[in-house]
């Protein structure tokens, strides 16, 4: 019954690789994103998806690609790995609720570690 | 630009205490502002979330209180107890509907609650 899942939970790679993490959501959200969370835990949106179509794209190097199948599911791809890559990257959707306001469902995260 | 400033950086409290952290916004356009609590190895969960038409927020032990005119926000956890022990970040944003909203994350605040 996990809300928002990531696959995989740790990845360790050679610089100059291509990797992709796979997220997916069974609330029923409509918008999903994608932060970067750095060694110093500082949590930065890099995109937001919402019904599949590309809302926010933070100045993230384009190295890295999110695709977006359908509601459910936000991948990221990200070529040419480069050190400063590693981190942990957290998967998230949220569902308009009025004046309750847009509460964010995080994924458990993905550690990417580039050797 | 940072466009929400957290401090402590790090919180010591003794079991029973209280803890407060306290968070400053520059953007007079958000009107959401949540936080989140995240353990090692989870992602970050949202605690307790307020807007800005009421001034303080309590849900058991964790209250928000909120100075529109001052711009800042602030976390009180009462009692607190090891359980508590985690990283803790505000966040804000402007609410949009349907497509979902862009959360500025603090650069949170790990605090450890001593027996």
């Known amino acids: 019954d996990t809300a928002v899942s990531q696959t995989p939970k740790y990845l360790v790679t050679q610089m100059g690789n291509d990797k992709s993490i796979k997220c997916e959501q069974n609330?029923?959200?409509?918008?999903m994103y994608w932060y970067k969370q750095d060694s110093k835990k500082f949590l930065k949106i890099m995109f937001s998806?919402?019904?599949?179509?590309?809302?926010i794209n933070e100045t993230v190097p384009n190295r890295f690609s999110p695709k977006s199948p359908d509601k459910a599911h936000l991948n990221l791809h990200i070529n040419s790995l480069e050190l400063g890559d590693s981190a942990v990257y957290f998967c998230?959707?949220?569902?308009?609720?009025?004046?309750?306001?847009?509460?964010?469902?995080f994924g458990p995260g993905t550690r990417l570690t580039v050797l | 630009q940072q466009q929400v400033k957290q401090s402590p950086q790090s919180l010591i409290v003794q079991k029973g205490g209280i803890s407060i952290i306290n968070c400053a916004y520059e953007?007079?356009?958000?009107?959401?502002f949540p936080w989140y609590q995240q353990f090692p190895g989870k992602g970050p969960a949202l605690l307790i979330a307020?807007?800005?038409?009421?001034s303080e927020k309590k849900e058991g032990r964790f209250t928000i209180s909120f100075n529109k005119s001052a711009k800042q926000f602030s976390l009180h956890i009462m009692d607190s107890q090891p359980g508590d022990s985690a990283t803790y970040f505000c966040?804000?944003?402007?609410?949009?509907?349907?497509?979902?909203?862009?959360?500025?994350f603090g650069t949170g605040t790990s605090l450890t609650v001593i027996p």
């Open positions: 998806y919402n019904n599949k179509e590309l809302i």
């Open positions: 307020i807007r800005p038409d009421v």
């Open positions: 953007n007079t356009a958000f009107d959401y």
């Open positions: 609330l029923g959200h409509d918008t």
């Open positions: 998230a959707s949220s569902q308009f609720r009025g004046r309750g306001g847009n509460e964010q469902f």
């Open positions: 966040a804000a944003s402007k609410v949009r509907t349907n497509t979902g909203n862009q959360f500025y």
